[in-house]
């Protein structure tokens, strides 16, 4: 066998080699007739023409020299080779360099600033010893009879997934761990308020089982862990404090551990500090403390901590090396579903438990939070296509151009896989050179993305630092790059033909470039998607700032303060909340002040209220509920539509009075007046007083909620935000407000200061991030298809100048040339745009869960997009045009 591959190779080699002389005297043979047809023409006869052209090129030497040092060249050589000659040739031309470095450079830049948000917050893997061996528990199956969840669940299509146990539900688990691995619970707090050096402010805790440090896999810096004797009923207070906090609260302090942290009035020993680097399982890790499961009741009063129908908890593990996952699921789902077994429907299937990978956290808070960066990860891929794809077409007109240079290379002895190479090395260039841009714009867009991203999310806390992974992704998409530009135009390099290339172009007349009216036609087509895309989001954007919100959010400052967390009793809440209010109304420049215990529009939560009707059976109805000040309704500017307001007359000891909104009169009273009339909440009954406009509580794509509003007096509530109505910018109050609430009671913290506009305009954040980065990313699609037209007919325009001169030497005028070029350009601008409007037919179902007053098939916003897409193909070709409309004849015509 080994004798048989010899002789193959032998033979191959000896067919190369006649390939090649073969090639070298057409290339000869070709230079004599050039030369003697040349010296003919300058006045020399036959004869001696043709003998000056055999004393050129009969033996040419250094041709045949040159195609010895390239046959004997070893492959590193021949790669450094086409590398510095692929720099000359891009050095040569710096348009086509500039502008196919610039529109690689905004695609890979865009992938990477996007795929580094995406690296923050979906892939990257806590910072834990072994991070691998943790899992999440998450579950499956029917709602409970009796449920009331922290949020942490979400709906797809008909199944419901949960990430919420209730702490019955943990024990239960826990008790059935019998070793293979550990078992852990957590939860977020509430935002307290912390005291530490006498300095107050709000924190952010998490309540974790006495196994959470020990099966978390993390360690403390200074002090110890919680332990389970911290996590009984009885047991002393006791609290773990993250390195930043330590710093900024502390004073870094080394002596900080035994010494006490006032949380919501409540005294915790300080046991612990946890390492610089730590991060906590939630995404973005806000936690400023971690205190045991014990001291629930302070810390979430919303659930019980014994109840089996709030679900509260969310719990993960981490598997022993060794342990098998199938049968740690069994078991466990087998304790679930007999502790669950009562809480669900008669008739209903059994629930399902699951372990997700905790490599990086809770799978259902990342899926939430990242489900916008993965739709903007799919546009921004969608931008890099069409860079490759214009770029890819810019090359391909090159390689028309070049023509007779690769015939001259494989006539040497260029073998096909050499003059592929060649072109690879000048898109490894490009690639490399874009990819340096795209590193640079990347950093510097990956801060103005973060400041786009919805402020709810708490993006702030997470690390969007470069990391190997961000910079494998680079070189993974620069590698695509490399090789989606430089596929097609290596396979007709290859494919070059001295026979054919070494005949004079201008006979041989232009290239039709159809591969690159294709790539053209494509991008274009992209482009229509992402216009339209972006067209629908910017009309949702402009529908929603248009909703009516009911009331004047113009000159509001809104602030957000909890008395209870401050030790105030609740009998005495409301007289320290008038208080607060009259010292803010004293303010120079404020007109009125409000509270309530929830926000009007962007808090992002609503008090649900179940009432009943005296005289109607059936189930609790559903209703909004706030509760608020006498001054609400005026300072809010709700116009009251019939009877009247609250007032110092409804005390605590007087009959519960309410005034609804239309939307409730309409819906519980339709075709009656509502005043006079009664609903119970509860066991207690409320009389209507009232009727005020509708306003939008905390949803602006829903209908008008009803809403029944209470008054603080009869109802206090632990938490209370400020509306303050001025006449001068809300901003500049921020400062006198904080100094008031600190003169009163200096262990309270004001949050949450902000304008009312700002809250509102919460509402729309993904839909100001789809429409800005949306709109920002098809315009920049739009620029790189114009810049691929522009380069195709420019080249075209520049191969067809002899054909040109031919047409105006017959009777052409420049007009007709003029409006070749542009009727070529609108044809492939029309064909892209309605390739483009069926593509995006589909396309936009991707959005259309953020649509508002506008169909995913809006026909306008369509035509919009095909309008702007053909017009810019015009605009693109309008300087190739004016060049083709001033080609002189005589001088097309002079070397034909």
């Excluded at 070709?30 to 004869?47: L, Y």
């Excluded at 699951?354 to 891929?381: C, D, F, N, Q």
């Excluded at 589909?842 to 309008?867: E, N, S």
Aim: proline letters at 6%; charged letters at 20%.
């Amino acid at each position: 066998m080994k004798t048989l591959r010899t002789i193959w190779l032998r033979i191959g080699s000896l067919w190369q080699r006649r390939e090649v002389k073969r090639g070298i005297d057409e290339a000869l043979r070709f230079h004599r007739e050039q030369r003697t047809a040349e010296n003919t023409a300058a006045g020399m006869t036959p004869e001696d023409a043709a003998r000056e052209a055999c004393r050129c090129f009969g033996n040419a030497p250094g041709i045949r020299e040159e195609w010895r040092a390239v046959r004997g060249a070893s492959f590193g050589e021949t790669t450094w080779q086409d590398i510095r000659f692929g720099a000359r040739m891009l050095r040569k031309n710096p348009g086509f360099t500039t502008v196919a470095v610039l529109a690689l450079g905004l695609g890979i830049g865009a992938n990477t600033a996007v795929f580094s948000l995406v690296n923050a917050v979906l892939l990257r893997a806590l910072p834990v010893h072994d991070p691998g061996q943790l899992r999440v528990l998450n579950w499956s199956g029917p709602w409970p009879k009796a449920f009331s969840a922290a949020g942490d669940e979400t709906v797809f299509m008909d199944r419901a997934y949960f990430g919420g146990f209730s702490y019955p539900s943990y024990l239960a688990l826990r008790e059935q761990a019998r070793g293979g691995y550990d078992l852990f619970a957590f939860a977020p707090t509430d935002p307290v308020t912390a005291v530490a050096r006498g300095e107050a402010s709000r924190a952010a805790g998490i309540l974790v089982s006495d196994s959470f440090f020990t099966g978390y896999g993390a360690s403390v810096w200074m002090g110890r862990a919680i332990l389970p004797e911290d996590d009984h009923s009885g047991a002393p207070p006791v609290v773990v404090i993250t390195h930043r906090w330590w710093e900024r609260h502390c004073g870094s302090d080394p002596g900080i551990v035994g010494h006490t942290l006032a949380l919501n009035r409540t005294g915790f020993t300080i046991v612990g500090v946890l390492p610089r680097d730590f991060a906590g399982p939630l995404p973005g890790d806000t936690a400023d403390f971690y205190i045991p499961l014990a001291f629930q009741p302070l810390f979430r009063p919303d659930f019980r901590l014994a109840s089996p129908d709030d679900y509260w908890l969310q719990i993960m593990l981490r598997l022993s090396p060794g342990t098998q996952e199938g049968p740690v699921r069994v078991a466990l789902e087998t304790v679930f579903r007999r502790h669950q077994l009562d809480r669900s429907e008669p008739k209903a299937a059994p629930p399902s438990l699951l372990l997700h990978p905790g490599a990086r956290g809770p799978w259902i808070k990342r899926m939430e939070i990242g489900s916008p960066l993965e739709t903007l990860r799919r546009i921004v891929a969608l931008v890099l296509l069409i860079a490759c794809a214009n770029v890819a077409g810019l090359l391909l007109a090159r390689h028309a151009a070049r023509q007779h240079e690769l015939a001259v290379r494989a006539a040497l002895g260029a073998g096909r896989g050499r003059l592929a190479r060649q072109v690879l090395a000048e898109c490894l260039l490009l690639a490399l050179a874009s990819a340096g841009l795209g590193l640079l714009l990347a950093w510097w867009g990956k801060a103005l993305l973060v400041t786009l991203l919805p402020a709810f999310a708490d993006y702030d806390h997470f690390d969007f630092r470069m990391d190997s992974r961000v910079l494998g992704f680079t070189l993974m998409a620069t590698a695509a790059t490399v090789l989606l530009v430089g596929a097609i135009p290596a396979f007709f390099a290859s494919r070059a033909r001295p026979a054919a290339g070494l005949q004079n172009p201008r006979i041989l007349g232009a290239p039709r470039l159809r591969l690159g009216k294709l790539l053209v036609i494509a991008q274009v087509a992209i482009s229509v998607v992402l216009l339209a895309g972006a067209g629908l989001m910017v009309r949702t954007l402009v529908n929603l700032s248009h909703i009516q919100l009911g009331f004047d959010a113009d000159r509001l400052l809104v602030a957000r303060l909890n008395a209870a967390q401050g030790g105030h009793p609740e009998s005495q809440l409301a007289v320290f909340y008038e208080r607060v209010g009259e010292a803010m109304a004293a303010l120079p420049g404020v007109q009125s002040v409000a509270f309530s215990d929830q926000s009007h529009v962007g808090a992002g939560f609503g008090t649900g209220y179940g009432i009943r009707i005296p005289g109607r059976e059936g189930k609790p109805l559903g209703t909004s509920g706030m509760i608020v000040s006498d001054t609400f309704l005026a300072t809010m500017r709700i116009p009251l539509l019939l009877g009247r307001g609250f007032s110092s007359a409804d005390a605590p000891a007087a009959g519960r009075v309410a005034v609804v909104n239309q939307a409730f009169a309409d819906k519980m009273f339709p075709g009656q007046s509502p005043l006079g009339e009664t609903f119970k909440l509860g066991q207690e009954e409320h009389q209507i007083i009232g009727v005020c406009g509708n306003a939008r509580l905390y949803d602006f794509r829903a209908e008008m909620t009803p809403i029944a509003y209470l008054s603080y007096r009869q109802r206090p509530a632990p938490e209370a935000w400020f509306a303050i109505r001025t006449a001068l910018p809300p901003s500049a109050l921020g400062a006198a407000v904080r100094r008031v609430v600190t003169d009163l009671d200096r262990n309270l913290v004001v949050t949450g200061l902000t304008t009312q506009r700002e809250l509102a305009g919460r509402q729309v954040a993904h839909e100001r991030l789809f429409a800005s980065l949306g709109g920002g990313l098809a315009l920049l699609a739009v620029v790189i298809a114009c810049l691929g037209l522009y380069g195709l007919m420019t080249y075209n325009v520049a191969r067809r100048t002899g054909e040109i001169g031919i047409r105006m030497a017959l009777g052409a005028r420049p007009a007709d040339a003029a409006r070749w070029v542009l009727r070529e350009a609108a044809l492939l601008g029309g064909t892209g745009a309605l390739l483009g409007v069926v593509a995006a037919l589909g396309a936009v179902r991707v959005i259309q869960f953020y649509l508002y007053g506008v169909a995913p098939h809006d026909p306008l916003t369509l035509a919009v997009a095909v309008v702007v897409l053909v017009l810019v193909a015009l605009l693109a070709a309008f300087l190739p045009a004016r060049r083709a409309a001033k080609v002189d004849p005589m001088v097309a015509l002079r070397y034909e």
